[in-house]
Protein backbone atom coordinates (compact mmCIF):
# COMPACT_ATOMS: atom_id res chain seq x y z
CA UNK A 1 0.00 0.00 0.00
CA UNK A 2 0.87 3.44 -1.01
CA UNK A 3 0.83 5.41 2.45
CA UNK A 4 -0.15 9.18 1.62
CA UNK A 5 -0.62 12.73 2.96
CA UNK A 6 -2.50 14.60 0.83
CA UNK A 7 -2.18 18.10 0.69
CA UNK A 8 -4.52 20.49 -1.11
CA UNK A 9 -6.48 23.50 -1.91
CA UNK A 10 -9.24 21.76 -2.89
CA UNK A 11 -10.51 23.35 -5.69
CA UNK A 12 -11.65 21.85 -9.26
CA UNK A 13 -8.71 19.81 -10.44
CA UNK A 14 -7.90 18.91 -6.95
CA UNK A 15 -11.22 17.38 -5.91
CA UNK A 16 -10.27 15.59 -9.11
CA UNK A 17 -7.03 14.30 -8.14
CA UNK A 18 -8.87 12.79 -4.68
CA UNK A 19 -11.38 10.95 -6.36
CA UNK A 20 -8.01 9.50 -8.07
CA UNK A 21 -6.58 8.56 -4.84
CA UNK A 22 -9.41 7.32 -3.47
CA UNK A 23 -10.39 4.48 -6.07
CA UNK A 24 -6.74 3.90 -6.68
CA UNK A 25 -6.46 0.13 -4.75
CA UNK A 26 -2.97 0.72 -3.71
CA UNK A 27 -3.39 3.81 -1.87
CA UNK A 28 -3.94 4.56 1.37
CA UNK A 29 -5.06 8.11 2.49
CA UNK A 30 -3.71 8.58 5.73
CA UNK A 31 -4.94 12.59 6.10
CA UNK A 32 -6.29 15.60 4.28
CA UNK A 33 -4.64 19.06 4.48
CA UNK A 34 -6.16 21.80 3.55
CA UNK A 35 -4.40 24.89 2.50
CA UNK A 36 -5.93 28.22 1.45
CA UNK A 37 -5.27 28.79 -2.84
CA UNK A 38 -8.47 28.23 -5.63
CA UNK A 39 -10.41 29.41 -2.32
CA UNK A 40 -9.90 30.65 1.54
CA UNK A 41 -8.75 27.86 4.11
CA UNK A 42 -12.15 28.17 5.20
CA UNK A 43 -13.66 27.00 1.93
CA UNK A 44 -10.88 24.37 0.78
CA UNK A 45 -12.01 23.33 4.24
CA UNK A 46 -15.69 22.64 3.93
CA UNK A 47 -14.62 21.29 0.43
CA UNK A 48 -12.36 18.43 2.13
CA UNK A 49 -15.05 17.79 4.52
CA UNK A 50 -17.99 17.79 1.87
CA UNK A 51 -16.18 15.12 -0.02
CA UNK A 52 -14.79 13.12 2.18
CA UNK A 53 -18.45 12.45 2.95
CA UNK A 54 -20.04 12.11 0.26
CA UNK A 55 -17.45 9.74 -1.15
CA UNK A 56 -16.76 7.99 2.28
CA UNK A 57 -12.92 8.73 2.24
CA UNK A 58 -12.45 8.56 6.13
CA UNK A 59 -9.57 10.30 6.21
CA UNK A 60 -9.16 13.10 9.41
CA UNK A 61 -9.21 16.62 7.50
CA UNK A 62 -6.54 18.86 9.15
CA UNK A 63 -7.20 22.53 8.39
CA UNK A 64 -3.96 24.39 7.27
CA UNK A 65 -2.45 27.42 6.47
CA UNK A 66 -4.81 30.70 5.74
CA UNK A 67 -2.04 32.56 3.87
CA UNK A 68 1.64 33.04 2.38
CA UNK A 69 4.57 32.40 4.25
CA UNK A 70 4.63 36.24 6.33
CA UNK A 71 1.87 37.89 4.18
CA UNK A 72 -2.09 37.40 4.80
CA UNK A 73 -3.51 38.48 1.31
CA UNK A 74 -4.53 35.80 -0.73
CA UNK A 75 -6.15 36.20 -3.63
CA UNK A 76 -8.18 33.57 -4.84
CA UNK A 77 -8.84 33.03 -8.80
CA UNK A 78 -12.91 32.17 -8.13
CA UNK A 79 -12.89 33.06 -12.68
CA UNK A 80 -11.23 29.50 -12.58
CA UNK A 81 -13.02 27.45 -9.91
CA UNK A 82 -16.08 29.25 -9.04
CA UNK A 83 -16.74 31.08 -5.65
CA UNK A 84 -16.51 28.08 -3.46
CA UNK A 85 -14.00 26.42 -5.58
CA UNK A 86 -15.87 23.74 -6.54
CA UNK A 87 -17.46 24.86 -9.74
CA UNK A 88 -20.57 26.77 -7.28
CA UNK A 89 -22.27 23.13 -7.12
CA UNK A 90 -24.78 23.46 -4.07
CA UNK A 91 -22.84 22.65 -0.89
CA UNK A 92 -24.15 22.05 2.34
CA UNK A 93 -23.13 23.83 4.94
CA UNK A 94 -23.33 20.68 7.86
CA UNK A 95 -20.19 18.90 7.01
CA UNK A 96 -18.43 19.00 10.17
CA UNK A 97 -15.77 19.76 11.72
CA UNK A 98 -11.84 19.15 10.99
CA UNK A 99 -9.84 17.95 13.77
CA UNK A 100 -8.61 20.32 16.20
CA UNK A 101 -4.61 20.08 15.15
CA UNK A 102 -3.28 22.50 13.11
CA UNK A 103 -2.26 21.15 9.50
CA UNK A 104 1.26 21.27 9.77
CA UNK A 105 1.62 19.82 13.25
CA UNK A 106 -0.38 16.83 11.59
CA UNK A 107 2.36 16.30 8.41
CA UNK A 108 4.92 16.31 11.31
CA UNK A 109 3.29 13.68 13.26
CA UNK A 110 1.91 11.43 10.82
CA UNK A 111 5.74 10.91 9.73
CA UNK A 112 6.95 11.01 12.89
CA UNK A 113 5.18 8.14 13.81
CA UNK A 114 5.52 6.54 10.50
CA UNK A 115 9.55 7.65 9.29
CA UNK A 116 9.94 6.66 5.66
CA UNK A 117 6.66 5.21 4.67
CA UNK A 118 4.98 8.13 4.13
CA UNK A 119 4.05 10.37 0.52
CA UNK A 120 3.33 13.82 0.49
CA UNK A 121 1.28 14.24 -2.79
CA UNK A 122 0.94 18.40 -2.66
CA UNK A 123 -1.47 20.06 -5.21
CA UNK A 124 -1.66 23.45 -3.71
CA UNK A 125 0.43 26.20 -2.01
CA UNK A 126 3.51 24.69 -0.46
CA UNK A 127 3.12 26.30 2.68
CA UNK A 128 1.71 23.96 4.96
CA UNK A 129 5.41 21.78 4.32
CA UNK A 130 7.36 24.44 4.52
CA UNK A 131 5.60 24.88 7.82
CA UNK A 132 6.16 21.30 8.78
CA UNK A 133 9.79 22.07 8.12
CA UNK A 134 10.03 24.85 10.42
CA UNK A 135 8.22 22.58 13.08
CA UNK A 136 10.69 19.58 12.33
CA UNK A 137 13.64 20.21 10.50
CA UNK A 138 14.36 16.56 10.46
CA UNK A 139 11.14 15.78 8.21
CA UNK A 140 13.27 15.49 5.24
CA UNK A 141 15.35 12.40 6.69
CA UNK A 142 12.24 10.88 7.73
CA UNK A 143 9.45 11.56 4.64
CA UNK A 144 9.64 8.57 1.78
CA UNK A 145 8.82 11.24 -1.02
CA UNK A 146 7.18 14.71 -2.02
CA UNK A 147 5.04 14.74 -5.40
CA UNK A 148 4.61 18.13 -5.86
CA UNK A 149 2.06 20.23 -8.70
CA UNK A 150 3.78 22.97 -9.25
CA UNK A 151 6.28 24.97 -10.83
CA UNK A 152 7.44 25.26 -14.94
CA UNK A 153 11.02 25.35 -16.55
CA UNK A 154 10.50 25.42 -20.30
CA UNK A 155 10.07 22.10 -21.39
CA UNK A 156 7.85 21.64 -23.73
CA UNK A 157 7.91 25.39 -24.12
CA UNK A 158 5.77 25.34 -21.06
CA UNK A 159 7.13 28.31 -18.44
CA UNK A 160 3.71 29.60 -16.54
CA UNK A 161 0.16 30.03 -16.20
CA UNK A 162 0.12 32.72 -13.78
CA UNK A 163 2.79 35.36 -15.07
CA UNK A 164 5.30 34.35 -18.23
CA UNK A 165 7.50 32.56 -15.57
CA UNK A 166 5.67 31.47 -12.81
CA UNK A 167 3.20 28.61 -12.23
CA UNK A 168 -0.01 29.37 -9.66
CA UNK A 169 0.89 27.35 -6.71
CA UNK A 170 4.86 28.42 -6.63
CA UNK A 171 3.41 31.97 -6.77
CA UNK A 172 1.13 32.14 -4.39
CA UNK A 173 3.90 31.26 -1.90
CA UNK A 174 7.54 31.26 -3.59
CA UNK A 175 9.21 31.75 -0.15
CA UNK A 176 7.70 28.50 1.13
CA UNK A 177 8.44 26.84 -2.62
CA UNK A 178 12.21 28.29 -2.25
CA UNK A 179 12.42 26.97 1.38
CA UNK A 180 10.58 23.48 0.15
CA UNK A 181 12.94 22.96 -2.68
CA UNK A 182 16.40 23.54 -0.92
CA UNK A 183 14.94 21.68 2.75
CA UNK A 184 16.64 17.94 1.15
CA UNK A 185 13.64 16.14 1.10
CA UNK A 186 13.10 13.48 -2.12
CA UNK A 187 10.89 15.49 -3.80
CA UNK A 188 9.40 14.86 -7.29
CA UNK A 189 8.00 17.72 -9.42
CA UNK A 190 4.80 17.68 -11.74
CA UNK A 191 4.80 20.61 -13.41
CA UNK A 192 2.82 22.68 -16.12
CA UNK A 193 5.77 21.14 -18.34
CA UNK A 194 3.85 17.92 -18.12
CA UNK A 195 0.54 18.97 -17.28
CA UNK A 196 -0.16 20.78 -19.74
CA UNK A 197 0.97 18.31 -22.69
CA UNK A 198 -2.76 16.27 -21.37
CA UNK A 199 -5.92 17.66 -22.25
CA UNK A 200 -8.96 16.42 -20.83
CA UNK A 201 -11.61 17.11 -24.16
CA UNK A 202 -15.65 18.38 -23.21
CA UNK A 203 -16.30 14.52 -24.52
CA UNK A 204 -13.79 12.93 -21.73
CA UNK A 205 -16.27 14.33 -19.09
CA UNK A 206 -19.29 12.78 -20.69
CA UNK A 207 -17.85 9.67 -20.54
CA UNK A 208 -16.68 9.65 -17.28
CA UNK A 209 -19.90 11.00 -16.34
CA UNK A 210 -21.74 8.06 -18.45
CA UNK A 211 -19.33 5.37 -16.81
CA UNK A 212 -18.23 6.47 -13.43
CA UNK A 213 -21.10 6.78 -11.15
CA UNK A 214 -21.51 9.27 -8.51
CA UNK A 215 -17.84 10.07 -8.94
CA UNK A 216 -18.05 10.43 -12.95
CA UNK A 217 -21.45 12.25 -12.27
CA UNK A 218 -19.72 14.72 -9.38
CA UNK A 219 -16.94 15.19 -11.63
CA UNK A 220 -18.97 16.38 -14.93
CA UNK A 221 -20.71 18.87 -12.59
CA UNK A 222 -17.53 20.74 -10.91
CA UNK A 223 -16.00 20.74 -14.20
CA UNK A 224 -18.15 22.70 -16.04
CA UNK A 225 -17.13 25.92 -14.30
CA UNK A 226 -13.28 24.53 -15.09
CA UNK A 227 -14.19 24.02 -19.15
CA UNK A 228 -16.07 28.23 -19.34
CA UNK A 229 -12.94 29.16 -18.26
CA UNK A 230 -10.70 27.66 -20.17
CA UNK A 231 -13.01 28.14 -23.09
CA UNK A 232 -13.16 31.54 -22.43
CA UNK A 233 -9.19 32.01 -22.88
CA UNK A 234 -8.39 29.40 -25.36
CA UNK A 235 -11.23 29.30 -27.35
CA UNK A 236 -11.81 26.02 -26.84
CA UNK A 237 -13.48 23.71 -24.41
CA UNK A 238 -11.27 21.74 -22.87
CA UNK A 239 -8.54 21.85 -19.84
CA UNK A 240 -5.10 21.12 -18.90
CA UNK A 241 -4.87 18.02 -16.23
CA UNK A 242 -2.41 19.38 -13.31
CA UNK A 243 -3.30 17.70 -10.26
CA UNK A 244 -4.31 14.58 -10.98
CA UNK A 245 -1.01 14.71 -13.26
CA UNK A 246 0.88 14.68 -9.51
CA UNK A 247 -1.08 11.24 -8.82
CA UNK A 248 -1.03 9.83 -11.87
CA UNK A 249 2.99 9.77 -10.81
CA UNK A 250 2.58 8.52 -7.66
CA UNK A 251 0.77 5.38 -9.40
CA UNK A 252 2.82 4.71 -12.50
CA UNK A 253 5.88 7.06 -12.55
CA UNK A 254 7.07 4.70 -15.61
CA UNK A 255 4.42 7.12 -17.56
CA UNK A 256 6.52 10.00 -17.38
CA UNK A 257 10.41 10.90 -18.32
CA UNK A 258 12.54 12.64 -15.42
CA UNK A 259 16.03 14.50 -15.27
CA UNK A 260 17.66 15.44 -11.80
CA UNK A 261 18.40 18.40 -10.92
CA UNK A 262 18.31 21.65 -8.11
CA UNK A 263 15.45 23.39 -7.76
CA UNK A 264 15.35 27.51 -6.85
CA UNK A 265 12.76 29.72 -6.81
CA UNK A 266 12.40 33.32 -7.50
CA UNK A 267 11.11 35.15 -4.03
CA UNK A 268 10.57 38.31 -5.09
CA UNK A 269 10.23 40.93 -8.03
CA UNK A 270 8.85 40.46 -11.42
CA UNK A 271 10.01 36.78 -11.56
CA UNK A 272 8.40 35.73 -8.05
CA UNK A 273 7.56 32.41 -8.55
CA UNK A 274 9.86 31.26 -11.45
CA UNK A 275 11.37 28.30 -10.81
CA UNK A 276 14.83 27.62 -12.02
CA UNK A 277 16.47 24.07 -12.37
CA UNK A 278 20.58 23.14 -13.32
CA UNK A 279 23.28 20.96 -11.96
CA UNK A 280 26.91 22.05 -10.32
CA UNK A 281 29.16 24.05 -13.05
CA UNK A 282 32.10 22.38 -11.44
CA UNK A 283 33.54 25.06 -10.67
CA UNK A 284 33.23 25.06 -6.63
CA UNK A 285 33.56 28.92 -6.47
CA UNK A 286 30.42 29.66 -7.65
CA UNK A 287 28.41 26.39 -6.75
CA UNK A 288 26.32 26.55 -3.82
CA UNK A 289 25.63 23.99 -1.06
CA UNK A 290 21.97 24.02 -2.40
CA UNK A 291 22.83 22.35 -5.89
CA UNK A 292 23.83 19.41 -4.16
CA UNK A 293 20.11 18.96 -3.14
CA UNK A 294 18.31 17.38 -6.74
CA UNK A 295 14.67 17.05 -7.18
CA UNK A 296 13.33 14.76 -9.86
CA UNK A 297 12.00 17.05 -12.60
CA UNK A 298 8.82 15.29 -15.01
CA UNK A 299 9.94 16.45 -18.48
CA UNK A 300 7.71 13.92 -20.24
CA UNK A 301 4.55 12.33 -20.39
CA UNK A 302 3.03 9.71 -22.08
CA UNK A 303 -0.77 11.67 -22.07
CA UNK A 304 -3.03 8.74 -23.45
CA UNK A 305 -1.61 6.23 -20.86
CA UNK A 306 -2.48 9.10 -18.11
CA UNK A 307 -5.86 9.47 -19.52
CA UNK A 308 -6.88 6.14 -19.98
CA UNK A 309 -5.72 5.60 -16.25
CA UNK A 310 -7.66 8.06 -14.75
CA UNK A 311 -10.85 6.99 -16.77
CA UNK A 312 -10.13 3.17 -15.68
CA UNK A 313 -9.62 3.90 -11.79
CA UNK A 314 -12.73 6.05 -11.75
CA UNK A 315 -14.83 3.65 -13.52
CA UNK A 316 -13.73 0.84 -10.78
CA UNK A 317 -15.55 2.38 -8.61
CA UNK A 318 -18.90 1.44 -9.86
CA UNK A 319 -17.90 -2.28 -10.29
O1 LIG B 1 -1.27 25.73 -11.76
C1 LIG B 1 -2.15 24.68 -11.48
C2 LIG B 1 -2.40 24.55 -10.00
O2 LIG B 1 -3.01 25.76 -9.54
C3 LIG B 1 -3.33 23.44 -9.62
O3 LIG B 1 -2.91 22.86 -8.41
C4 LIG B 1 -4.66 24.14 -9.44
O4 LIG B 1 -5.50 23.45 -8.53
C5 LIG B 1 -4.27 25.50 -8.96
O5 LIG B 1 -4.14 25.54 -7.58
CA1 LIG C 1 -4.49 22.59 -6.56
Known sequence: MKQ???DTDIGIDDA??????????EVEILSIISGYGNASIERTTVN???????????????????NPLGENTPEFPDFVHGINGLGDIDIPEDVGQPESLGGAQAIVDAIRQNPGKITIVSVGRLT??????????ELPALVKEIIIMGGAFGFNGHYGNVSPVAEANIAGDPKAADLVFTSGMPITVVGLDVTLEVTMEETYFDALRA???????????????????????HGHRSCPV????????LLQPQIFGTIDASVRVVTEGDAAGQTICGNPTG????DTPTLSKTSKICTSVDADALLHLYHRTLASSVN
Open 211 to 233: EAGLAGEFIYRISQCYLDFHERV
Open 4 to 6: IIF
Open 48 to 66: ALYMNKLFNINAPIFSGAS
Open 283 to 286: HSEI
Open 242 to 249: HDPSAVAY
Open 16 to 25: MALLFLHFAN
Open 128 to 137: NVALALNLCP
